[in-house]
């Protein structure tokens, strides 16, 4: 889709290309030179340009060697490419995720067709830039279904591909010539989008222990709904979380990290408080009740973590059970293995 200010004229900026590619990788398109941007990450031999015409219908493919994808190219359903798998040096996809609903599936299938080394590059408009509203529907372009922050961007990434399979090799909020000084009423001019690499990797075999299984994950939701619950209550009540709490443990040795809770009740706030103010002493003293009862692995605690055993052997600390539930907690330690695998 061409954006606001793509329209008209081809932009005669140094360096750029004679070839007419899409206006809204035209416009970057000499400092991507000057950087090495194009040779570091869309100089292969098989490079899928996706949505290449960008609503010009006289569009090229990004290089002379690169195949442009639209919804016409044969075999193409619009998420499956008709490639097969790690075949492709590059996939480039500028100013297409926005325009995307089943966004899961087609960034599972970019990552697909990639070679192991291969570049998945993609650029959208940025919300605070191009868009410039809180939420859709964009006054720019009404097909957008979605806006995109660094953060938002790179959350769909990590939804969409496996944990492992990928590292983020370049991320950029381009600016350039950005009229900051233009109201959020006046078309956005200039450079206003994110830029973003993602390199495919070999996954190591250890992968898919960085997270739970699907069922796992619900049971751990499931706790921590149930542990927020009387964590709550404790705050408001503190006699009938001390009486809620300790039933919730003894089954799984599960406790949700603090910095989850902190998070829940400190920073985001939880509504149902009804104006408590929780900082982090109130949080501690609400949730001690919770760490009372869980059952400290003392061997496990011991053999996790050296420097505990230093201080232990050495005589400077004694009952570890303790150490973790006044210390090891807060910090991050398990004071027992998850009993979740």
């Not at 529907?137 to 399979?165: C, Y």
């Not at 009740?265 to 009740?289: S, W």
Request: proline share 9%; charged share 25%; with cysteine.
């Amino acid at each position: 889709m061409i954006e606001p200010d793509q329209k008209g004229a081809l932009p005669s900026a140094p360096g750029a290309p004679e070839r007419r590619i899409a206006v809204s990788f035209r416009k970057s398109y000499a400092r991507r030179m000057r950087e090495g941007f194009m040779d570091r990450y869309l100089s292969g031999a098989h490079i899928l340009d996706v949505g290449f015409r960008g609503g010009d219908p006289d569009a090229v493919p990004i290089t002379e060697t690169a195949i442009g994808v639209e919804l016409d190219y044969p075999g193409y359903d619009g998420t499956h490419l008709p490639f097969p798998d790690e075949s492709q040096d590059a996939v480039l996809a500028a100013h297409v995720l926005e325009h995307v609903p089943n966004w899961r599936a087609v960034l599972a299938d970019w990552h697909r067709v990639l070679r192991i080394g291969g570049y998945l590059v993609i650029m959208v408009p940025h919300r605070h830039l191009f868009e410039r509203r809180p939420d859709l529907p964009s006054v720019w372009n009404g097909d957008h279904k979605r806006f995109f922050t660094p953060a938002s961007l790179l959350a769909e990434i990590e939804a969409a591909l496996p944990v492992n399979g990928y590292r983020v090799r370049h991320l950029v909020d381009n600016d350039i010539s950005f009229r900051y000084q233009d109201p959020p009423s006046a078309p956005p001019a200039g450079n206003f989008e994110i830029e973003l690499v993602i390199q495919r990797i070999a996954r190591p075999d250890w992968a898919d222990r960085l997270h739970y299984s699907p069922e796992v994950q619900r049971l751990v939701d499931c706790m921590d709904a149930l542990i927020y619950a009387a964590v709550a209550a404790g705050l408001r009540d503190p006699e009938r979380g001390s009486a809620m709490l300790p039933g919730l443990v003894p089954t799984t040795l599960y406790v949700p990290p603090y910095h989850r809770l902190r998070q829940r009740f400190v920073f985001d706030g939880a509504p149902e408080l009804d104006g408590v103010c929780v900082d982090d002493a109130a949080l501690r003293a609400a949730i001690r009740p919770l760490l009372s009862a869980f059952r400290v692995d003392e061997a496990f605690y011991r053999a996790t973590y050296p420097d505990l055993k230093r201080a232990q052997d050495a005589g400077k600390l004694h009952d570890l059970a303790t150490h973790w539930r006044n210390n090891g907690y807060f910090d991050g330690r398990l004071g027992a293995p998850l009993g979740l695998e």
